[in-house]
Each structure stands twice: as structure tokens, then as C-alpha cells.
């Protein structure tokens, strides 16, 4: 218990420090969005950032790319704050806003076309076919269990038992089988048994005989006095 107690404690910590960020986050989620309106709106201005230079990247001047750029980052964070926490059993399915925003960043920085938002539907597609149907499996599931009555994993560990009580039913039955055919080989080869009735049913005929006289010789003492 004591060597448990500071790693529950560790891992409070963790978990309080976790949730602080993720609730910062949310809290400025405004303010990151409203931080476009502090950059230049020269048509040919850049800033310095740790040594990584930022310019306009095709738009009007920078403030323009910096507001578009954040609309799409600020949710595209928040959805994934959301399915971190999400403990309902459709989360899978806020991968598909959170993937689409994800698209978008990349085609604002990386696309070399003058037009934006027009590709990522189509990247989507395969992550829409993958989360669509896991989501609709699940649902059948909880459908079959909580509304239906059915629970499928229930009934297969069921089906699994009867499969290994009848196997091992089965193998009691030749394992008898087994002993009883080499009983009778082992009486057939030594014929104990024969042996044993006829020693039984000579000390009967004895015992019968033995009756016999003690009964004759009472009578003769009997009819003699």
C-alpha cells in the first residue's frame, strides 16, 4: 500500500495537469483566433519567428493568411480536444470534422495552387470509409445488447463451454472405454475370474456340507438321550 500511494498520487498529478491544459486551451481558443489582428497587413511583409520566416503564402498580406490560417487551427484543436475526452461510443465519428480541418492546415501551407478548400474532401473520402462504418458496427452492437436483449459476447462464451463440457464428456467416454476393453483382455489372459467362482462355489459347497452333518449329529445326540 505504500509504494501505491505515491504512484496514485503521481498519477493525480498527471491527469489534474492534463485537464489544465486542455481547459487553457479552450479558455484562449478566442484570443488565438483574434492573435491575426496583431500582425502587418503590407502587402509584402513577413515576420521572424525562432528563426522561421512567415510571409503572406499567396494572400493579400500576412494579417489575411494569419486569420485564415488560425480558422482553421482553433477548431481544428478543439475537435481533438473533444474526442481525447469524448466518452460517448460515437467519439470515432469527430475524427472526421477534426481530419477535415487537419486537410485544410496542410493545403494553406503546403499547396501551391491559388485556390484553397477544394482538395480535402476528396483525402477525407478514405478516412470517411473507415470511421463510418466502425461507428455504425458499434452502434449495431449497443443496439443488439441494451435495446434487443442480445449480447453476442455472452452468447459465444456460452457456445465456448458447452463446446469444452461436451468435449470433455466425450473424452470421459473413451477414456472408460479404454479401461473397461483392457480389464476384460487382462481377465480373458489370467481368467481370474473363472478361478474366483469356482473357489467361490467349492467354500459354498463346503459350508452346505459342514451344515449338513452338524444337523445329523444333533438329531442322533437327541433321539439317543
Known amino acids: 500500500m505504500q509504494n501505491e500511494h505515491p504512484e496514485t498520487r503521481k498519477k493525480a498529478r498527471k491527469k489534474i495537469l492534463m ?8 479558455i484562449l481558443s478566442p ?3 483574434k492573435l491575426h489582428q496583431y500582425l502587418p497587413s503590407e502587402p509584402n511583409a513577413t515576420i521572424n519567428i525562432l528563426g ?24 481544428f484543436y478543439l475537435f481533438i480536444l473533444w474526442f481525447l475526452t469524448c466518452k460517448h461510443w460515437w467519439y470515432h465519428i469527430i475524427l472526421i470534422p477534426a481530419t477535415m ?36 458496427f458499434i452502434r449495431i452492437k ?12 455472452a452468447m459465444e462464451a456460452e457456445l465456448t463451454a458447452l463446446k469444452k ?11 472408460d472405454k479404454f ?10 489372459e489370467d481368467g481370474n475370474t473363472e478361478d474366483t467362482d469356482k473357489v467361490a462355489q467349492l467354500n459354498t459347497e463346503k459350508g452346505n456340507s459342514f451344515k449338513q452333518a452338524q444337523h445329523r449329529i444333533s438329531n442322533w445326540l437327541q433321539f439317543k438321550f
Open 19 to 26: 485537464d489544465t491544459i486542455g481547459v487553457l486551451l479552450i
Open 31 to 33: 484570443f488565438v483566433f
Open 52 to 75: 522561421l520566416e512567415i510571409n503572406n503564402h499567396g494572400f493579400a498580406d500576412l494579417n489575411t493568411f494569419a486569420w485564415f490560417l488560425l480558422s482553421k487551427i482553433v477548431p
Open 101 to 136: 480541418y487537419a486537410f485544410q492546415i496542410y493545403e494553406v501551407l503546403y499547396s501551391e495552387d491559388n485556390i484553397v478548400d477544394t482538395k480535402n474532401i476528396i483525402w477525407l473520402l478514405p478516412v470517411c470509409m473507415v470511421v463510418i462504418p466502425l461507428v455504425y
Open 142 to 153: 449497443l443496439v443488439d445488447k441494451y435495446v434487443h436483449g442480445i449480447d453476442l459476447e
Open 165 to 175: 463440457k461436451q468435449a470433455s464428456r466425450e473424452e470421459n467416454a473413451k477414456l
Open 179 to 188: 479401461i473397461s476393453s483392457e480389464t476384460a483382455d487382462k481377465v480373458d
